[in-house]
């Protein structure tokens, strides 16, 4: 659709996240409901972004003071079942990451994906090359270039995901892992420190 996509650490601290929205010119963001808290207090210093969109249906969306929220099942619902790609050749295939600006002040590190690439990643995530097992029985996501192919190519082989939401913890993570018998994850070392 033309658009760019970065992910945001909600790790981070609220001074940063309102200069990496700010700095990426954000015009939409993307959150769980369990980020609400977080956004409401984001509102205020990120005046150009046009709209908060809730990912949840409307029966659960946050009573959060969030101006401009919107409900992601109701924007779907909106539109038909066609999409016409436009050309993507064009492109740079570069992955999206938020990477470190000096001094020490976090940068939206924004691209375009193609959609030829997203497909030749989602294809590429469960060889054995690429995550250097031949089977994934149970899989948390957490490296923002693993999460894009991920949710897609785990379905394809079967596997079952598992998403941790917002309890990163070690003993919350432990716990996950044990229940949900994950056999496999990908993470940063920030999330491994716990």
């Not at 790790?11 to 940063?16: E, I, T, V």
């Not at 984001?42 to 969306?61: E, F, N, S």
């Not at 064009?90 to 990451?97: C, I, K, S, V, Y």
Request: net charge positive.
């Amino acid at each position: 659709m033309g658009a760019i996509i970065h992910t945001i650490n909600p790790r981070l601290f609220q001074d940063q996240l309102t200069y990496i929205v700010n700095h990426a010119a954000d015009r939409y963001v993307f959150f769980d409901l369990t980020f609400a808290s977080l956004v409401e207090k984001l509102v205020p210093t990120c005046k150009g972004v046009d709209g908060w969109i809730a990912m949840t249906d409307r029966a659960h969306m946050p009573t959060a003071a969030i101006p401009n929220l919107l409900c992601y099942e109701d924007l779907l619902g909106a539109e038909g079942d066609d999409y016409d790609w436009p050309n993507s050749t064009r492109t740079p295939h570069r992955g999206f990451a938020t990477r470190r600006a000096r001094p020490a002040i976090p940068k939206a590190s924004c691209s375009r994906i193609a959609r030829r690439s997203c497909t030749r990643w989602r294809y590429a995530c469960p060889t054995p090359r690429v995550t250097r097992k031949k089977r994934r029985l149970a899989d948390r996501p957490d490296v923002p270039r693993q999460c894009m192919g991920i949710p897609y190519s785990a379905p394809m082989v079967g596997a079952k995901l598992v998403f941790p939401g917002c309890g990163l913890d070690g003993k919350s993570l432990y716990e996950m892992f044990e229940n949900e018998g994950v056999d496999s994850s990908a993470g940063v070392p920030t999330v491994w420190l716990g």
